[in-house]
C-alpha cells in the first residue's frame, strides 16, 4: 500500500509559479501511474495531470495545458507538479493520487481509477 503527502502549497499572486512535490512511501513507486487532481470549493474534484508508469506518456487537462507540467524522480519517490502563470482561477487543494498497473505506457485522466490519494495541499492565488 502507498502512501502519498504532498506539499508546496501556498499563497500567490496572478503570474506567479509554484511547484508541488507528492513524496510516496510503503509501495514500489516505479509500479504506479502518478496524477495530480484539484478541487474548489463547491466545485468537484477534476483532474490536472498525469504521467505514466514509465514516465514516458504524459497528460494534461486543457485547462493547465502549456502552464503546468508534471515530472517525476523514481529515486526520489516522489513526483512534481510546477505551475507556472498562476490564475485565481486554479485555486484549490491540489491532490496527488497513485495507480496501480500493470501497463507501463498507458494515462487515465478518470479519478475512479485512482486508489491512492494524498491529503492535499492548498493552492490560492490571489488577483
Known amino acids: 500500500q502507498v502512501q502519498l503527502a504532498e506539499s508546496g502549497g501556498g499563497l500567490v499572486q496572478a503570474g506567479d509559479s509554484l511547484r508541488l512535490s507528492c513524496v510516496a512511501s510503503g509501495g514500489t513507486f516505479r509500479t504506479y501511474a502518478l496524477a495530480w487532481f484539484r478541487q474548489a470549493p463547491g466545485k468537484e474534484r477534476e483532474f490536472v495531470a498525469t504521467?505514466?508508469?514509465?514516465?514516458?506518456?504524459?497528460s494534461y487537462a486543457d485547462s493547465v495545458k502549456g502552464r503546468f507540467d508534471i515530472s517525476s524522480d523514481n529515486a526520489k519517490n516522489t513526483v512534481y507538479l510546477q505551475m507556472n502563470s498562476l490564475k485565481p482561477e486554479d485555486t484549490a487543494v491540489y491532490y496527488c493520487?497513485?495507480?496501480?498497473?500493470?501497463?507501463?505506457?498507458?494515462?487515465?485522466?478518470?479519478?475512479?481509477?485512482?486508489?491512492?490519494w494524498g491529503q492535499g495541499t492548498q493552492v490560492t492565488v490571489s488577483s
Open positions: 504521467i505514466s508508469r514509465d514516465r514516458g506518456r504524459t
Open positions: 493520487a497513485a495507480r496501480a498497473t500493470t501497463w507501463s505506457f498507458t494515462v487515465s485522466t478518470t479519478r475512479g481509477d485512482y486508489g491512492y
